[in-house]
């Protein structure tokens, strides 16, 4: 009895149908079944704080510390809040105007508190910039009437 | 080459150009959509409007074409397809452009079931002739896109239509010095039923088509911001394969082509709905097997949907007007999806470039002007326009600023892959239009081969 002989195209498509999954295995390993980054942080947890030394890494983390408990009072996540800002790339504003400065300035004080406790601002310039928080017109950065460049200026 | 031979050459250019048009215009839409200062469903148009053209004419003609002269029907589908290809071309309006495009679609489905009995007189056996003219189809659908890009970026997307037209000339020219027998026009058996099985399956992988021309071509232009000419050079993975994989299908029993070449369209598909990222690399993998799909199935397919006993005029406008109806139906099911998912996935992507430019260990003296910037690319973008988000970055130094380019990179790279998992669902559905397919295949096997 003569054994049938395997058909070379039926082989090679075999191998196609393998191929096919394989490139899906492949792209299951890259992370398509993960969401794609970067992960939006809990603004209420402990985040690694901004590296860098100097005024302007010192400022930096005092504003993203700030911008993270404004989020967290408002029980979002610190980029919607940035967004919020100034109605940023057209976007509908969630909360009031109102919310977001007195957010805002309780997240900056806040985190000029603790940059003071970290040891990250000399302590003749915390009562100053409390100062500046309280009274920086906040209210003409959330209608988008100045930017944050003026701010810092 | 014979004379005979010289003329069903040009015929089958005709043809092959009526088929790429289904997707040509696909890689110009966004140059479309700025040159006539329309909306994204406007632009759609464009395509829907020539495939509901030809489906709608192809359906009605199945009735009474065997009764009509096919040389006839070829020269008067050719006349309408080249005028209306040098009308397109010279479109200045969205409304002009869509109301030639319908015309163009009502030559083509006049020349596609003109050509079929006019092929067969000119290769001497209906078998030959219709081989020719699926030969013809499959590459004209894989081929359109690519075709569509390079003109686009060489010339203008007017260039699509005017190069349509001297083919369509040439095929005219052939037309009327062709001669169809009687023979390959009448059948003997009154009904169409026992091609609808393999049509069925046609119009499947048709629609699931639409995934592998037009929403891979959107990603990789729109999504992924590469010119027409680079899209061009990565979609042309498609027909390679279509071609390479040519001599397989004849070697494949004609059940287990179809269920191959369903199969592989449905796993091309599937890895295109997977892509982690904007991987060009996996993209292509992707679309070759498409291709290798395609080329498998739709040949065989083809050649069951075309009964000589039913009459090759009737069969082949039946499987004409079934393939195009698949596409028309297919982008009315897609394109909904996709728009109801590409501005959540704008909303994400934004999120997640505000967090990359938060978290960039870049001074506030960069950050700040380039973040404004960003701020005005992505309203753009809200209002329907591809943003140019590298150039926020470029304008402040990323140049010279090994920190700014790698936010850049980061940026794009995040804005790019939540782009790319938009497209996720309609890659999905696209592939469940072909494993859909192969289901009605396995189901009417049977019938299919009877």
Known sequence: MRASRPNPALAILAALLVAALALVAVELGKGAAHEPGPKLAHPCGQRETHAGSGLDATIQRVVLDGLDGAACRLHTTREEFVLSLGGAAGRPRRWSRHTIEVALRAGLLRATDEAARRGDLPGFAIPFLRRLIETAPLDRLIQGGIGLSDLLR | ?450
């Open chain 2, 1 to 450: 080459m014979s004379r005979s031979s010289a003329l069903a050459l040009l015929v089958a250019s005709a043809v092959a150009i009526a088929f790429a048009d289904s997707s040509v215009v696909v890689l110009a839409l966004p140059q479309l959509y700025v040159d006539l200062h329309t909306s994204i469903e406007g632009v759609a148009w464009v395509v829907t409007a020539y495939n509901a053209a030809v489906a709608v004419v192809a359906l009605g003609l199945v009735l009474f074409v065997h009764r009509l002269n096919a040389t006839r029907v070829l020269v008067a589908g050719l006349l309408l397809f080249t005028a209306a290809s040098i009308a397109c071309s010279l479109a200045g309006s969205l409304g002009f452009l869509i109301s030639a495009r319908i015309v163009q679609g009502v030559g083509a489905a006049l020349l596609l079931a003109g050509a079929l009995p006019v092929l067969a007189s000119l290769s001497g056996s209906a078998a030959r002739g219709a081989a020719v003219w699926t030969l013809a189809g499959t590459f004209g659908v894989a081929l359109g896109p690519a075709l569509g890009g390079v003109l686009t970026q060489a010339f203008d997307w007017r260039a699509i239509f005017a190069a349509q037209a001297p083919i369509a000339a040439l095929g005219l020219l052939a037309a009327t010095r062709a001669r169809a027998q009687a023979f390959v026009e009448e059948g003997w058996r009154p009904s169409l039923a026992r091609t609808l099985p393999a049509n069925l399956c046609l119009g499947l992988v048709f629609g699931a088509l639409v995934g592998a021309l037009f929403l891979a071509v959107l990603l990789v232009i729109t999504g992924w911001s590469y010119s027409p000419i680079a899209g061009a050079a990565i979609v042309s993975v498609l027909p390679a394969a279509t071609l390479l994989v040519r001599p397989l299908a004849a070697r494949l029993p004609r059940l287990t082509a179809i269920y191959g070449g369903a199969g592989l369209l449905t796993g091309g598909l599937v890895g295109l709905a997977m892509l982690p990222s904007a991987s060009v690399w996996l993209a292509m993998c992707a679309l070759a097997l498409c291709g290798f799909g395609l080329g498998l199935a739709v040949p065989v397919l083809s050649g069951l949907a075309l009964d000589l006993g039913a009459g090759l005029s009737r069969s082949g406008t039946l499987s004409i007007g079934v393939r195009h109806l698949g596409l028309v139906l297919a982008i009315a099911l897609i394109a909904p999806l996709l728009a109801s998912e590409l501005p959540a996935a704008g909303d994400r992507a934004l999120l997640r470039a505000t967090a990359v430019v938060l978290d960039s260990p870049v001074g506030l003296s960069k950050k700040v002007p380039v973040a404004l910037d960003l701020r005005g690319a992505f309203a753009k973008a809200r209002q329907g326009e591809v943003p140019d988000l590298s150039r926020p970055f470029d304008a402040h130094g990323a140049r010279h600023d090994e920190q700014l380019a790698a936010t850049r990179d980061s940026l794009l790279s995040a804005v790019e892959n939540t782009i790319t998992r938009a497209f996720r669902p309609a890659f999905f559905l696209s592939a469940a239009l072909a494993a859909l397919a192969a289901l009605v295949a396995f189901v009417f096997r049977r019938r299919i081969l009877a």
